[in-house]
């Protein structure tokens, strides 16, 4: 078997493993759903509020990607303090299987979960502020919310890999979630944002899977967006990967004891 | 051919001391490791033993290729574990005590299938596996529930099954009894004793002496970083030069009457606690103490104003006996 094959073999196994570890924790799932009401609330009191520029669907998924990015966020970090608290990242070390591979299939999973974030919101903006979801703009929507799933893996990849370097990383993770919601545009344009803070938002994959799944919801495939989120999240990929690596490597030589 | 071959190996770690605010921040550097040499046979059961903080985590942990040393070289079944630990990987199994190392929420069979993936089983022989190792561990008619729900024991057999998963050739069993009630450390050491029957090389640590001396066919003593003792039970006791071992019960004794024990040359380490309304003296004494002991502890408790003898017992040295005077030695030493 090809190194690839193995790869993947055991990622998409490990990716099924930690859904269902995900999905046995009741309060998990229910906060993780209930939350984006919160958020979908929110995003249409700053749409009624701003200009009225954006339709109640882009300010619902908008709202959904600030539940996902969330779940992302404190998911993501969160199983990895987990494994160290059960004593399974030293474990997960010292298997065959290549570590960078069992970290990310757990920030996919991660994603996924978030996923259920978006679902969530879906459901209250139909409800509660009648956004809803024609039929001719459901393949473009598919596509572009799986994007977004990619996006947010990504970048908690790469969260994951300061999370396996760092014991105490939560307190960067919650210092950088509200930045992350406006840099990224899940909940105003960017265009809307100061001219720093554009730049910046362009280093974000998140930021361009926002803007095709709100091009998506005119049913236009913005070509554009989603190239360049495809080419960030292989950019963020690559960067966890080293991060894992470097962290496992370090952990090994200097025996900082971040692994145990 | 050796299993487990450690040639001078050495770990050091940087330890932080002060604080960056008070500008008083230091960096030493801590030995753990100052030149470990062992050699485990195939098919042996070798047991660690050493007080905590003696070294014996850090030499599991490169065993386990998750530490480098320092320097030193470690070779498992001919493999270069610090160069190719990848390679090394699949062929150790890595078990420790405690009830951490499984994902609680999830079955006892969703726990092995995961690891089962991790070492890269195929789906076929995962099934075939994960049921023999259920079966061997007594846990088939509990396979679908969740781990959180097992007791201490049972957690600890499974955590034996996960590290056997892959039919390792070399098996670390880091404290598989900690913690353990009576019976169910009996289980763990039956299974211990069917693996090593297997043909398989284990290490294994303890701080029960019964338990190694009962499993191991040869032991090492670790203290301060330093083997300090190797070989079976018999040998460890002829290098401990450990001779007989007082037992008395008293009534009114002292710490004083402990260190003026202690400063016989024949007296290796004395130990004084409380039993109730008397006191327990244990007097372990070097082999050349000679026949005399018991004499010299009488003499010693009447010399001790207020001090009474109830009763006195001899005993042969046991493998505590033993550890305790190397580990007592070794501290001596290295305060001198």
């Not at chain 1, 360049?228 to 690559?238: D, E, G, M």
Request: charged content about 20%; some cysteine.
């Amino acid at each position: 078997m090809t190194n690839l094959s193995a790869d993947w073999k055991l990622f998409s196994s490990n990716v099924r493993f930690y859904l269902l570890h995900l999905s046995r924790s009741p309060i998990e799932l229910t906060i993780t759903f209930l939350l984006p009401l919160f958020f979908a609330t929110v995003a249409h009191l700053i749409g009624e509020a701003g200009s009225g520029r954006l339709t109640s669907l882009e300010i619902t998924l908008g709202a959904g990607l600030m539940g996902m990015w969330t779940t992302v966020m404190y998911g993501a970090g969160g199983l990895i303090k987990e494994q160290r608290r059960l004593g399974l990242l030293e474990l997960l070390l010292a298997a065959p299987g290549r570590f960078p591979v069992t970290i990310m299939s757990m920030t996919v999973a991660v994603s996924l979960l978030g996923f259920e974030a978006m679902l969530g919101t879906v459901a209250w903006g139909y409800f509660l502020f009648d956004a809803r979801i024609e039929g001719p703009i459901l393949p473009a929507l598919a596509v572009t919310v799986v994007l977004c799933v990619l996006a947010m893996s990504v970048v908690g990849f790469v969260v994951a890999a300061v999370f396996v370097e760092v014991r105490k990383a939560e307190s960067v993770a919650e210092a950088v979630v509200a930045p992350l919601w406006l840099l990224s545009g899940v909940l105003i344009p960017v265009s809307a944002l100061p001219g720093p803070a554009q730049v910046l938002s362009q280093l974000l994959p998140v930021t361009f899977a926002a803007e095709a799944l709100r091009a998506a919801t005119h049913s236009i495939w913005d070509v554009h967006a989603i190239g360049a989120c495809l080419a960030l999240s292989l950019l963020y990929a690559t960067l966890g990967w080293i991060g894992v690596n470097a962290a496992a490597r370090s952990s090994r030589s200097r025996g900082g004891m971040h692994l145990w | 051919m050796s299993a487990i071959v450690m040639n001078d190996v050495r770990r050091e770690f940087d330890v932080a001391t002060g604080s960056v605010w008070r500008m008083n921040r230091r960096i030493r550097k801590f030995e753990a490791l100052r030149g470990v040499t062992l050699n485990v046979a195939r098919g042996e059961l070798f047991g660690l033993l050493g007080p905590n903080g003696a070294g014996k985590t850090t030499t599991i942990k490169i065993l386990t290729t998750l530490l480098v040393p320092t320097s030193g070289e470690v070779y498992l079944n001919g493999l270069d574990a610090v160069r190719s630990p990848h390679q090394v990987r699949s062929r150790i199994g890595y078990v420790f005590g405690g009830d951490k190392g499984l994902y609680d929420r999830l079955s006892a069979r969703d726990n092995l299938r995961y690891f089962s993936n991790l070492y890269r089983i195929s789906p076929v022989e995962q099934r075939k596996r994960i049921n023999e190792l259920l079966e061997m561990m007594n846990l088939l008619d509990r396979q679908n529930d969740r781990v959180e729900t097992f007791s201490r024991g049972m957690k600890q057999r499974l955590h034996i099954a996960r590290g056997l998963l892959h039919d390792p050739d070399i098996i670390y069993l880091d404290e598989p009894t900690n913690g353990l009630d009576p019976l169910a450390a009996r289980d763990v050491r039956a299974i211990v004793r069917n693996l090593k029957n297997s043909g398989k090389t284990i290490l294994l640590t303890t701080h029960y002496m019964f338990e190694a001396e009962d499993l191991c066919d040869r032991l090492a003593v670790i203290a301060d970083g330093r083997i300090i003792a190797e070989g079976t039970s018999k040998e460890l006791g002829a290098l401990a030069n450990a001779g007989s071992v007082v037992r008395a019960e008293i009534i009114g004794g002292a710490q004083a009457l402990c260190r003026n024990l202690e400063d016989r040359i024949d007296v290796v380490n004395c130990h004084l606690e409380p039993l109730g309304d008397r006191e327990l003296l244990t007097i372990r004494f070097a082999a050349h103490a000679g026949i005399e002991v018991p004499r010299l502890v009488r003499e010693a408790v009447a010399a001790d104003n207020g001090a009474q003898l109830l009763d006195l017992q001899l005993r042969e040295p046991t493998l505590e006996d033993k550890y305790v005077t190397l580990v007592s030695q070794s501290r001596d030493k290295e305060s001198a």
